[in-house]
């Protein structure tokens, strides 16, 4: 392994040596994980985490994405950020935790609302996107986007006490379209604004999140395609689910789709891409 | 076909239009005809939904969003409504979450 | 619950909104956790994430151990540390990072190794325990004092791709001697440095113990007393084990137990409290 | 007593005296005595374990520093070494871990 470890700086190599000893990641895998990419669509109770793992664990790049600005709200879950950044866009303020923690990752703040003019041209210049997003709308947007650029996409959410994880478009697993091709009724869909959340819940889902995008990255192995993990934080457990695979009559990744590029989802849901505003009014 | 007993369970919001209970025992009688995840459905409308059944079944079943699972398996890998429901099996209906 | 509120001032309503607003935590829960204390006994792998979210949630006052400083090699996995904070030590760095997220929280930092003549001392002020320690003689140390002092024992651990969560010493569940009589041969304990971790996964059961700690001191509830959560990162999977009740035979939480003070837990263990020399020679 | 097929599975390093393979699928020949956990542990030592047996077993029993599940049940609650092994049964043997 004196090979492999060519890959690595002396100093790099003394950073990761705890995962370095690790025989099922190695120097080869600190190698994959160095010249990969993530993109976190969100830097709130979900992408928080998930972005500080995949730092932490030294990614090459990661991309960050969210177009609002930090609130004393945020902060009982969303720990990138502080008090000294409230009214901060949470990607700066986020990028700015992240590179105290690790200066060598390549950090990118998008600070857009990811929409259809925008999102084909920010994801495929990333390995793995990670939605860590909170409403309906961005969520197909993020499906489509990654089955049209053939990304794995790890989807995390969570809501109250509870969380949940899969990761769409990866190895013959399901998408996002082939367990719900109808979007839910916009009254049934809570965001953590309108339901709250208990803050080590999206905790414990966004590490998860970078552990799973880590396994991808550096292993290329799925611990989460065609399996849904649920987790109960008022119970403290886990269950875990096996999902179909990819439906041929899915209409963006199965056999003859009648979406072959990204569309008005806003307009698909019935609802807003905002946290902040729950209902559109389509009529 | 005979009585059944089974688990049936609710979350990610789901067990709101079932009095806020997550997990409930269930009893299905005794009847002529099988006794079916199609036909589950339409007893709970009638016997435990407490509210809003257009936020539960649409049409002739479960509306978009709310997963359906058997003994920790998708129902669309055992045949959806038609799969035919035995004692013990672990029905949950769980309704995908958004928030982050 | 008008009535309730005036626990908490005009800003802590605004902050914690997310959680207040659920039901099954609210106000009350808001006021308890305010109330209440929570000690961190390691400011590394687990005890950064976990302090994170507690102080996150808004916890009256967060105790910090740790007699280390934090090294590069660190950072993989202890969180709440920097480039920057190389060679301070971790329990300054940890409460700098903590107070930069919530300055309402009361950080104590304790810059000691734990031992008998100090524990006692220490725990006493602090309503729960949390042990994310990485040896098995401050384990026996952090257990006895525990017990001795009637506190709640959220016990994380984690190495290479494993974590294990449990709560000893609460409502009759058992405590770390009901399970384990006799320490294990030292040779067969391998910490992080020489077995190596992956970050997300102390990541993971941090989190969990904040989840945990947050239970019992918000709402009087355990997750995990008599249950034994086992995370294996290499598959994604969790299991939830049915534990022994508290044992009448146990020498500390007995019936008539032979351990009434604190001991010389290196010698009883054969083993260090540090986790940089495994083995002590005992002839 | 006929043959009993049975899990049996390893974590938190135990698995590295088992040849690192975390699940084993085994079967106990059939014999005249019980099955018990017990002798299920001899049974292991003898024809599974690869390497240092007393760091598997001490005396008559598990070293310390293991615990033993049935089912998902601590193995305390099952009657310990006298418990009957039965068909199916999931037993898996947890290293406590130490580390953070
Ligand atoms: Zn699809
Ligand atoms: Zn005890």
Redesign the pocket.
């Known amino acids: 392994s004196e090979k492999k470890a060519e890959g690595l700086s002396r100093e790099e190599i003394a950073r990761y040596g705890r995962q370095l000893i690790l025989p099922e990641f190695g120097v080869e895998g600190q190698v994959s994980l160095k010249q990969s990419s993530a993109l976190v669509v969100g830097a709130g109770g979900l992408g928080c985490p998930a972005a500080l793992y995949l730092a932490a664990a030294g990614i090459g790049r990661l991309g960050l994405v969210d177009y609002d600005t930090v609130e004393l709200n945020n902060l009982h879950r969303q720990i990138l950020h502080s008090e000294g950044t409230v009214d901060v866009p949470k990607v700066l303020s986020a990028s700015a935790s992240l590179i105290r923690l690790n200066s060598q990752v390549e950090c990118i703040p998008y600070n857009v609302a990811l929409d259809s003019s925008n999102a084909l041209l920010i994801i495929e210049q990333y390995n793995v996107v990670l939605d860590a997003t909170d409403n309906v709308a961005t969520r197909y947007l993020l499906?489509d986007a990654c089955?049209l650029l053939g990304k794995p996409l790890v989807s995390g959410s969570a809501l109250r006490f509870e969380g949940q994880l899969t990761t769409?478009?990866y190895q013959g697993g399901?998408?996002?379209?082939?367990?719900f091709p109808k979007p839910p009724p916009p009254e049934t869909v809570t965001n953590c604004s309108d339901g709250g959340v208990l803050g080590a819940v999206p905790g414990v889902v966004g590490c998860l999140q970078a552990l799973e995008a880590i396994s991808l990255l550096a292993k290329k192995k799925s611990l989460y395609s065609q399996k849904l993990l649920l987790f109960d934080g008022a119970a403290g457990s886990f269950r875990l689910i096996n999902l179909r695979p990819?439906?041929k009559s899915?209409?963006?990744?199965?056999e003859s789709?009648s979406v072959t590029q990204l569309q008005d989802y806003e307009q698909f849901c019935g609802s807003s891409a905002s946290d902040k505003t729950k209902t559109i009014q389509l009529l | 076909m005979g009585e059944r007993k089974i688990s049936v369970e609710f979350s990610g919001g789901a067990e709101l239009l079932f009095g806020n209970v997550k997990q409930h025992d269930v009893v299905l009688p005794a009847r002529e005809k099988r006794w079916n995840l199609g036909s589950l459905f339409f007893w709970l409308k009638d016997n435990l939904l407490h509210e809003r059944s257009d936020l539960f079944i649409q049409g002739n079943s479960i509306r978009p969003g709310i997963l359906v699972l058997v003994n920790d398996t998708d129902w669309e890998l055992l045949g959806q409504t038609e799969y035919e429901i035995n004692n013990d099996d672990r029905v949950v209906f769980i309704s995908t979450l958004h928030g982050g």
Do not use: A, K
């Open positions: 499906n089955v769409y478009n399901p998408c996002y379209r082939c367990l990819r439906q899915c209409n963006v990744c199965g789709p």
